[in-house]
């Protein structure tokens, strides 16, 4: 099968790899660009371990062809820290014990940057409706959304 070239920028870095036409999104982030931290839990949108942001918007790269990224902006959560400093939300939900397996982990911590980054004092209810794309198997929720709001106030006082 032909390969088809695409120029890209993932975590603020140009990239470009080669990819088949029916290859995802998700697929190519890991298996051609090594990296692995969005994770395939269903394949079909469903369950958000694979979300990372495209032109600011949080998508499910299980859904996304590679070759619709030509020109794009992809943020995965190998962005999200600064060098060896933890992005607060990282920071925060380490602290808080608001993960356990972390397969969920990596496509909250994205989703919750992206809610932050347009609403910085979200109210419970809008921080789950904007988690509602996540599934997580084994925490409840109450965790990840104290985190969300610690993080968020954290982030607002500095």
Known sequence: MKTIPVETT???DTTEFLCHADES???VLRDRLGLTGAKEGCGTGDCGACTVTLNG???CSCLVLGVETQGARIETIEGM???ETLHP??????E???LQCGICTPGILVAAKA???QNPEPTDTEIRYW???NLCRCTGYDKIIKAVQTAAAEMRSA
Do not use: K, Y
């Open 25 to 27: 999104l998700l697929d």
């Open 57 to 59: 918007r949080v998508v």
């Open 89 to 94: 939300l990282q920071r925060v939900f380490i």
């Open 115 to 117: 809610l932050l980054e």
């Open 96 to 98: 808080e014990a608001a």
């Open 10 to 12: 993932i975590n603020g």
């Open 81 to 83: 820290a600064n060098g």
């Open 131 to 133: 988690l509602a794309g």
